[in-house]
């Protein structure tokens, strides 16, 4: 009877330890594939899990932004789907292996990690907006760089008059009409100004919507204390 006993017992812890399967676990992918599989799958989640500051100034495409406090919080209102297959990034990969592991336990099947957005080589959403500086940082900018180019935003009228030597007209409508035949290369370095600062801020504005990645205001030629050229200072000098 002892034996049987000890028999069943036996049989009865089996039986348990297969009722709980294999533990699942999320799995870390390389950036590359990251890409593949979101290219190869649309409808996989993208997780940024990181503050909305940052997930503003940067993120993957279509990604969805859950920050790991509200993860650790229970709010998974925006990943409904258990199933589903979700990727997750971070800044360097550290808040992505954590919120990989919460969604895990919280019964998710299909979780990837995939590191940082710091060494993302695929495409990015860029929020970062223009820089605003002073006329003498400006000038720095445009000695040291020899690629950098200075843009008048004005009408023709007000930069026939008077703008500033070496400055290309480059109006705000040929900003909002895409024409960049004037500036080419999006990542030299761009200077805008205008009048009184307002049309160089919206120029600048829409050359970061459109790409370029080096962009800066430093405000309007009424305030500009170097020198000048056009039609109205060769009537003064005559």
Request: net charge negative; charged share 25%.
């Amino acid at each position: 009877m002892k034996k049987i006993l000890a028999t069943l017992m036996i049989l009865i812890v089996a039986l348990c330890a297969g009722c709980g399967g294999e533990k699942i676990t999320y799995k870390s992918l390389t950036h590359d594939e990251a890409i593949k599989m979101i290219g190869e799958n649309p409808n996989v989640i993208v997780l940024d899990v990181r503050t909305p500051d940052e997930y503003e100034k940067k993120h993957i495409p279509n990604a969805i932004l859950v920050p790991l406090e509200e993860l650790r919080e229970g709010n998974f209102a925006s990943l409904p789907d258990k199933n589903q297959t979700i990727l997750i990034y971070c800044w360097t990969g550290r808040r992505a292996q954590d919120s990989a592991q919460i969604l895990v336990d919280k019964g998710y099947k299909n979780v990837y990690e995939f590191g940082g957005i710091a060494d993302w080589k695929g495409p990015i959403v860029n929020g970062e907006t223009y820089k605003t500086i002073s006329q003498e940082e400006a000038m720095e900018i445009l000695v040291e760089n020899p690629n950098a180019r200075l843009l008048d935003c004005r009408f023709p009228k007000d930069y026939e008059l008077r703008h500033i030597p070496n400055a290309i007209h480059y109006p705000l409508e040929a900003a909002v009409a895409d024409n960049f035949e004037k500036i080419p290369d999006k990542d030299a370095p761009l200077i805008t100004y205008c009048g009184d600062g307002n049309r160089g801020r919206l120029t600048a504005k829409v050359l970061v919507e459109k790409g370029y990645t080096n962009v800066y205001t430093m405000g309007g030629i009424i305030d500009w204390k170097g020198p000048v050229e056009g039609t109205a200072v060769e009537e003064q000098q005559q």
